[in-house]
């Protein structure tokens, strides 16, 4: 009897009934690009997240990318990015043609060290870029505060962070504007690739909607070079059937961070801690070995899949090969990538799953 990392096929078994009289609903609308459904996904997202506006787009990266666009931010500018990250928050800067300039976490966190910023900082920089990793909550109060006093932007990569809370408020417009994914396997996910971003800024709002849309606001007048990334209405249903359910699943998500915290104490892993004043959203349960790749291996015997966010960080990608930066250049980044292991969580694994996790993690370390 093997546990799966994440089961996507419950999480829609669970749900059979609402996902498909909505899907049922489109199809017999007739509309299948934008319209209602989007509108009335948008404002139930925005309203989720404790802000003004939302808007729908064809995934996460496209996020990170129309974002950065609609700050009109682009070649000659420096954007800060974490160096411990998913490769999109990297490729969003890049396609844009702006500026990479890596900044080292918090060994404790995981997510970027607010300390390390200010000394990133040049006269071209333009914007910051957090990640809230694994669906905790990076540390605003003093990213904000730096923003503020060196007059840049904040752009916040919330593709893991869904419901989230830093100090009481939803992840959801801390900065000027947050990007979402709702690729299958986050917290709230499609059946197939989706985005989002939200913001309280009604500028940045129409900025986005313009661009997701051929740069055009009406039929065949086009004010800007914009691109096709329009979310799907189907999409836009099945989350609208899901996002009633999302708290209850968070919820679901923390006994089972909650049961590994108490039930890994002492056997030698580095567990995820989290600071006063932040509910993560609890994406991954993510520990620490310097005997990674042996763990790894020895669950997978036990019949326990695990999976590694991420093997390789994006400053020792091919992809990024041009930088010239050397792996120790980023130190941090890579012991991660060396060290983490994410543990099987989510809404749908039963606490007995759970506790046969607990048990045959702490027989293989
Ligand atoms: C998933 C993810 C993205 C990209 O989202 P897509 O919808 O797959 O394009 C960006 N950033 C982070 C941190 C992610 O986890």
């Known amino acids: 009897m093997s546990i799966p990392f994440l089961d996507l096929g419950a999480a829609y078994r669970e749900l059979e009934t609402e996902i498909d009289a909505a899907v049922a609903r489109v199809l017999?609308?007739?509309?299948?690009?934008?319209?209602?459904?989007?509108?009335?996904?948008?404002?139930e997202w925005a309203a989720y997240c404790e802000t003004k506006h939302a808007v729908g787009l064809a995934n996460g990266l496209d996020a990170l990318t129309l974002a950065l666009r609609a700050l009109d931010i682009g070649s000659g500018d420096e954007v800060i990015v974490p160096s411990n990250t998913y490769i999109a928050t990297w490729l969003a800067v890049t396609e844009v043609g702006a500026t990479l300039v890596p900044v080292e976490p918090d060994p404790t966190t995981y997510n970027i060290d607010p300390a390390r910023i200010e000394g990133a900082i040049t006269p071209r920089t333009r914007?910051?870029?957090?990640?809230h990793l694994y669906g905790q909550p990076a540390d605003m109060d003093p990213i904000l505060d730096i923003a503020r006093r060196h007059d840049l932007r904040v752009i916040e990569d919330g593709a893991q962070a869904h419901g989230a809370r830093y100090k009481r408020r939803?992840?959801?417009?801390?900065?000027?504007?947050?990007?979402?994914?709702?690729?299958?396997?986050?917290?709230?996910?499609?059946?197939g690739d989706g985005g989002a971003v939200t913001t309280n800024s009604a500028d940045i709002a129409d900025r986005i909607r313009v661009l997701r849309n051929y740069g055009s606001r009406v039929k065949y007048v086009n004010e800007v070079q914009g691109r096709n990334s329009r979310l799907d209405p189907i999409q836009a249903a099945v989350l609208r059937a899901k996002l009633p359910h999302l708290d209850a699943w968070t919820d679901r998500r923390r006994l089972i961070a909650a049961a590994y915290t108490e039930g890994l104490q002492d056997c030698g892993l580095t567990l995820p801690q989290v600071p006063d004043g932040i509910n993560p959203a609890w994406h991954l349960y993510v520990v620490r070995s310097p005997d990674r790749n042996g763990l790894e291996k020895r669950l997978r015997e036990a019949g326990v899949a695990t999976l590694i966010h991420y093997p390789i960080p994006p400053h020792m990608q091919k992809a990024y090969a041009g930088l010239g930066l050397a792996p120790k250049a980023l130190p941090l980044a890579r012991q991660m990538a060396d060290e983490v292991l994410s543990l099987p969580i989510g809404p749908q694994l039963p606490p007995v799953n759970a506790a046969r996790v607990i048990e045959s993690v702490r027989a293989a370390v």
Request: proline share 7%; hydrophobic share 45%; charged share 15%.
């Open 170 to 191: 939803r992840i959801g417009a801390h900065g000027d504007v947050v990007c979402w994914s709702f690729y299958p396997g986050k917290n709230l996910g499609a059946l």
């Open 127 to 131: 914007a910051l870029l957090p990640v």
């Open 28 to 43: 017999e609308s007739g509309w299948y690009i934008l319209g209602p459904e989007i509108e009335a996904f948008e404002s």
